[in-house]
């Protein structure tokens, strides 16, 4: 799910570059220690991040709020039995869950409490 303060470029630490082509380890926040230490990721705790990178741009919160109602419809769905991307019935492999139609793998049932209306 995006966040505020994830840069719309990193798409992950298992990538050597990121969406933009900078390659992830170069702009590492020095001399702080650690792998995550990356001005392309949010800051465990909160505050703020030296920036050791031309291209970090921080999704507009249009894009955080279509990101987020995205979610919201593919929980809602799978809640409902039914495939995000079509709608289609729920096919249950174990734990696991694909799209009838398309065979996509969807997500695991892990508790009603992961997927549910999230009350607590
Ligand atoms: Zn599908």
Redesign the pocket.
Known sequence: MKSEKTCVHFRGIQHDTCLAGVVVRSVRVVPEKGPYRLPCLPVIGGGDIPNNCEQRRYPTAEEVAADHAMWERAFAAFAAGK?P??D?PLESRGTARF?S??R?FVGRECGAEDIGDGAK
Do not use: D, N
């Open positions: 495939s991307c079509c289609a799209c139609k398309c996509e």
